[in-house]
């Protein structure tokens, strides 16, 4: 089931258990005697009233449960609840009390399907088709064995193939069982989200696990509600309750619809709230027994493999088939020949069972079920080293998609910028004043009057959505976005209070910041009903349109005229190439009470004009040439002033020469034609709507083919995070909606932490390729040895046991060692992957076939005149052979595993020391088959060597490395191809062409 599908089953249920718990709690509403004014008694248990509170938790859970307001009265409202909670709704939870308040009211999570048990892998792993023929042919091989050769020697080949079988299948168990609970580890982590609550009087961040009831929630956009709860207080708050209800209109939250639902998201406005119930007791945690969770979806490269190898697996049927009936046949042929067909024994059943195990055999090893596993365990190697990166992986797919980005379109601030901002430059009563010290600070004091220094710090602490908190450290902290963060900083520098304007200056209405607007708007009733003013901060283009006055230095304002905002937006812009992020303040008056149901639009007075500092993160012009050098085009999408993004943009290196920044409606304004041939030089667009980004990724991907990532932050980057092939969330700056929507989430919100994903993208699929290339030449050689000999000989000289281990050396030991291998830098100097080319590519293919013909040739040599080149002689002399052509054999899989580390670079011992896994893998290869010759001969029907031949072994393994070096310099297909890289595509251009 796809992700969509199982989404959309998902949403259905719970539709449908919402409307059956409201149906079930409406009844019983209707038997209850809810007079108003008549309290619901009932008895207090020991354990709540000796905790100190006054509810019990299921009548609290109840309360948001039944929808219904009338409970919430009977218990005084807000202020009563918080009352049978011991909380204070200024001061929130005392930290001391959680512990009791979790014990009695229950923890914040949700029943989780119980994690499989070991034994349960194990169980699967001995579900394989191929694998249960085997048990049933040893269990029939030990029977035979035992009535024809006696007990224990006829049993030996048969407890060979179990014990091979036991090992194949703990080793497969083990494997698997590691990455479910690493998976496991990493949705926890996926699910930790990050609260803002009020706790001892002081306002700090929790994680979401632990919050408890009692607890006061600060909510603003494109937050998740965390917990079912009661509206304490705030502004234009409108809640998303698709996820739970299917119904797409946001619901406004107020004082008279207060309850507020688990699962749900902030759409617009702020807020907070009064927990009433946490982990299972919410609506989303009652649901949530009704349904089961998804696993991953197959990732594209798993589904692209699956196909390989069910082809693979219908070859190897068909060889394997092919192998039983010449064997057969042969065994059939020489029985006529020697007139005995009527006359069958026991040993002739074994031989016939030895045949149908071989067959059997070829058949395990043909199928290359290591194939998905090495995509699973490179794409969960990759997940857990970007967690420790500060890259949280949501999707497993968005590993390898990342690995084939051709495009980033970024954020500037936050990402590209450090998201510490601090006010740099003001331009205020036509002077600007550099703010870099106290005494640059004391002058603004002295040359402004008094009516305007108020008008400047009443803008800054009215006009705002942060907040000044007490931390645990006693030290005054600001919760709010770094913008915001900047401006009262500043007001504080200044020497403000922002406790003064808020006690003398009621706020009436706020219209919060939005990425359509570009504007934060803020309506306060004058003290002593002198009215309204209404104060205006935002983006400064759109802020000096709204203004038709401007205040003086006086404090007296006059009409600002063309030439004056002329002047303004010279100012504005001259901020803008000296890299300062800018906004305006402005305020008006309003006369009388008429209008406070809306803040206006337009008759603004001018403040000031405010350049905001935000350094570019080190290494972020490093980065940005990284990723030209690998093919991967830098496009900044910013709300910001188009100088401030191109001032950044050069500093960072997007913009060149002849790239091209354009402003967010200049593009939406032009036709499809003039999109298609300006796209391609697009570096910057500023000033641009979400709906802008999300045209621009369309563009991209459905006009230019191109693998588009796409960095967000904000509720509203939510549809352009979707529509892209990796969306990449900020972990910091970004809101839950985008995180949801994203694939991957930047833990630092650092553009240089977007780069080593890229580079981990190409290192899992480069990975799985060189495992293919190495399992693939496996399955050609032992298929064709086995079907060669058979046809020629009559027997195989790889036995059932030998080839079990060939087999875990090819699937788990091989996946293990070339799919964790970590990225090197030069696969950031190779082109992006494209969307739709063959997985196998031609370079691979000639490495296959040419090491294929090579072990081929040399083992059938050995088979058939090894005894004259070896010098064997004496009865044990076919033994020897037989055990010299599989360790020859094994050891030529070693090489070709070392081989396999690079497939066009001769040189493929670099880096081998960096990865530890690979060379653990082949010490205890090298060890498990050295104990398999010398120590198990009795299973695996192999005799002791002599160090000659253990060196001739060897040497036979190296040559293949060697004949794979010289491989590697035989040119693939036309003169096009010659110049193109191991992954089949072309070299990046150089010079003016890459620019």
Not at 463 to 468: F, P, Q
Not at 650 to 677: H, V, W, Y
Not at 867 to 896: E, H, M, W
Request: proline share 3%.
């Amino acid at each position: 089931m796809d992700a969509s599908t199982y989404q959309g089953t998902n949403t259905e249920k719970v539709r449908i258990a919402i409307y059956v718990n409201k149906a079930a709690l409406q009844f019983f509403g209707g038997i209850v005697d809810d007079t108003p004014g008549k309290e619901s008694h009932y008895k207090l248990s020991k354990e709540v009233r000796d905790a100190g509170f006054g509810i019990e938790p299921d009548k609290l859970a109840s309360i948001v449960g039944s929808h219904d307001t009338k409970d919430l009265e009977h218990h005084g409202g807000v202020q009563g609840l918080a009352r049978e909670l011991s909380v204070s709704l200024d001061h929130g939870v005392v930290s001391s009390d959680v512990s009791v308040r979790q014990n009695i009211y229950g923890l914040n999570r949700y029943v989780e399907k119980p994690s499989r048990s070991f034994w349960m892998f194990v169980w699967e792993a001995l579900q394989d088709f191929t694998l249960v023929i085997l048990i049933i042919c040893a269990a029939i091989s030990i029977g035979v064995g035992t009535a024809t050769e006696g007990w224990p020697k006829g049993m030996y080949d048969g407890l060979g193939i179990i014990l091979c079988i036991f090992l194949v299948v703990i080793v497969t168990a083990v494997s698997d069982y590691n990455q479910s609970l690493q998976f496991k580890d990493l949705d926890k982590e996926k699910k930790n989200i990050i609260v803002q609550v009020t706790r001892d009087g002081c306002r700090q961040k929790v994680s979401i696990y632990d919050l408890v009831v009692g607890d006061v929630v600060h909510l603003s956009i494109g937050d998740q509600v965390p917990a079912d709860g009661v509206f304490i207080s705030g502004y234009s708050l409108s809640i998303d309750e698709s996820s739970l209800t299917g119904e797409s209109e946001p619901v406004n939250v107020h004082q008279e619809r207060p309850l507020l639902l688990s699962g749900t998201k902030v759409q617009d406005g702020s807020g907070k709230m009064l927990v009433t119930s946490v982990g299972m007791r919410t609506e989303w945690g009652r649901l949530m027994v009704t349904l089961s969770e998804g696993g991953e979806d197959e990732t594209p490269l798993q589904v692209k493999l699956n196909g390989v190898a069910t082809i693979i697996g219908k070859i190897g049927l068909a060889v394997a088939v092919l192998t039983f009936l010449v064997l057969t046949s042969r065994f059939l042929v020489e029985k006529s020949l020697h007139n005995k067909i009527t006359d069958w024994s026991a040993s002739d059943a074994l031989k016939l069972l030895n045949y149908f195990a071989i067959s059997v055999t070829i058949l395990v090893v043909a199928v290359p079920e290591g194939l998905p596993l090495a995509v699973t365990l490179s794409l969960a190697f990759a997940m857990k080293k970007l967690m420790s990166d500060k890259a949280l992986v949501r999707h497993l797919s968005a590993c390898e998609t990342m690995g084939s980005a051709s495009c980033i379109c970024t954020d500037k601030t936050g990402t590209l910028t450090t998201n510490h901002m601090v006010v740099n430059k003001i331009w205020i009563c036509e002077k600007s004043v550099e703010i870099n010290s106290r005494d640059n600070e004391d002058a603004l004091k002295t040359s402004i009057s008094e009516r305007v220094f108020n008008l400047l710090l009443q803008s800054i602490f009215q006009n705002t959505s942060s907040e000044i908190v007490k931390g645990k450290d006693s030290k005054k902290n600001i919760i709010g976005s770094p913008t915001e963060t900047a401006l009262i900083e500043f007001g504080l520098l200044l020497g403000g209070d922002i406790n003064t304007f808020r006690e003398d200056y009621k706020i009436v209405r706020v219209e919060p910041f939005n990425s359509v607007k570009k504007k934060m708007s803020v309506l306060v009733a004058l003290p002593d009903g002198g009215g309204f003013r209404a104060f205006c901060k935002g983006a400064s283009e759109i802020i000096l349109e709204t203004c038709d006055k401007i205040v003086k230095a006086d404090g007296e304002t006059t009409q600002l005229s063309k030439e004056q905002k002329k002047g303004i937006t010279d100012v504005i812009n001259g901020f803008a190439c000296e890299a300062l992020r800018t906004l305006c303040l402005a305020f008006k008056d309003i006369e009388g009470a008429s209008n406070v149901d809306s803040i206006p639009d337009n008759g603004y007075t001018l403040i000031a004009v405010v350049g905001i500092k935000d350094p570019v993160r080190p290494g972020v012009k490093e980065a940005v040439e990284t990723c030209l050098a690998a093919g991967i085009t830098v496009r900044m999408v910013t709300g910001d002033n188009i100088n401030t993004a191109k001032a950044i943009a050069k500093e960072c290196g997007i913009l060149t020469e002849d790239g091209l920044a354009i402003e967010g409606s200049d593009f939406r304004n032009k036709s499809p034609q003039e999109m298609k041939e300006l796209i391609p030089k697009l570096q910057v667009m500023a000033r641009s709507l979400p709906s802008d980004k999300h045209t621009l990724v369309i563009q991209l991907r459905n006009v230019f083919k191109e693998v588009v990532s796409v960095t967000g932050d904000g509720t509203n980057d939510a549809p352009a995070l979707h529509e892209a092939d990796i969306g990449l969330a900020m972990g910091i700056a970004g809101t839950e909606v985008a995180k949801e929507s994203a694939d991957v989430i930047i833990m630092d919100d650092n553009f240089t932490t977007i780069i080593n994903v890229a580079r981990w993208g190409r290192s899992v699929y480069i990975n799985i390729q060189k495992f293919v290339q190495f399992q693939l030449t496996v399955n050609v050689v032992a298929l064709m040895l086995n079907f060669i000999c058979a046809c020629i000989s009559g027997s195989a000289p790889l036995t059932t046991v030998q080839m079990l281990w060939v087999n875990l050396i090819m699937d788990t030991l091989g996946a293990l060692a070339l799919a964790t291998e970590p990225p090197h830098d030069a696969l950031m100097r190779r082109p992006p992957v494209g969307r739709n080319v063959n997985f196998i590519t031609r370079i691979m293919w000639r490495n296959i076939i040419c090491q294929s013909i090579y072990q081929i040739c040399v083992l059938l040599i050995l088979k058939f005149d090894g005894k004259r080149l070896l010098k064997l002689t004496g009865l044990d002399a076919n033994s020897i052979l037989n055990t010299f052509i599989f360790n020859s054999f094994v050891f030529c899989q070693v090489f070709n595993e070392i081989n396999s580390r690079d497939m066009e670079k001769t040189n493929v011992f670099r880096g081998i020391f960096d990865s530890w896994v690979f060379l653990i893998v082949m010490v205890s290869t090298v060890a498990f088959q050295i104990i398999i010759v010398e120590f198990l001969g009795t299973f695996a029907d192999t005799v002791p060597l002599s160090w000659e031949l253990w060196l001739a072994s060897i040497l036979i393994g190296a040559a293949s490395l060697i004949v794979a070096v010289i491989t590697k310099n035989i040119p693939v297909g036309t003169s096009k191809h010659k110049a193109q890289h191991h992954d089949g595509y072309e070299p990046l251009p150089t010079g003016p062409e890459l620019a």
